[in-house]
């Protein structure tokens, strides 16, 4: 239940220069009793005025405005109510994250109970990979009742890939002292996802300090070894190409011989035929 439908107050005062002045709020409880808590406040800031804007000396207009923010937390009973968090895994996307590639997770907390001591840890992996691409764990989170927020898993300045990919996320309210251990839960959840190259290209172009993914050692040891297997095939085909060519060219050489000797011989029988005649 939103607090400005429980809350009536006055839009606006007038405060004299150096005075104070008492503010009041009628406060309407439901019909209905109810467990846990409500949060809000209420927030003060001057009106709008046509005073002059200061200009500073590099000619920048300078305009200060305050603002004062009182909270407010309502409750009818003390009777602890269970936490719960709850992850729309329709709500999984790649986003821009303070100017970093990242992505955003959308959690909620469903219940009128407060949640002051969160920790969540998530992985990320390639689809049908055990690889983790991205891990990232916070501690100290919290949660106000009935909210819900984008929570942001850095990509650590590396770019995005397009692709199909698959998030774990381990969430557990580890509750403060005094607080009853009822409030001590943990969560898990597991959910495919898809980054498309239409994503994937416009959170890059946006992202600052962006890297690109460092070659490892051993692709270079790979590079190189292919580059030297392929300079001993050729050197190998080549002999072998060279080898051929020279036994084809003595096969040649002793056929031409044998072919020289054959026409001598046979010379030789014609003119010792003729002699006898």
Known sequence: MPLPSLIMSEKEIKIPAQSELPYKMQVTMPEKQFQGIVLGGVRFTEQETTKKETTSDKGVQIKNKFAYSLGIQLRETDDVVIPEIKMDQTKIKAASINGHTGVTINLQNPTMTLMRDIEIETTIYRKGSQKSLINLT????????????????????QPLRAGNYTIKASIKNHGIDGEPKE?????????????TRKEAKEINRQAIDLTENPISWWLYVVIGLLGILIVLM?????KIQIDKKKKIKKRQE?????????????????SNIKRKE
């Open 254 to 270: 002793l056929k031409r011989k044998k072919r020289k000797k054959a026409a001598s011989a046979n010379s030789k029988m014609t």
């Open 234 to 238: 050729a050197i190998i085909i080549a």
């Open 138 to 157: 916070k501690k100290g989170l919290k949660m106000a009742p009935n909210s819900n927020f984008d929570y942001g898993i850095d990509w650590k300045n």
């Open 183 to 195: 409030l001590t839960k943990k969560w898990e959840f597991e959910k495919e996802f898809t980054i």
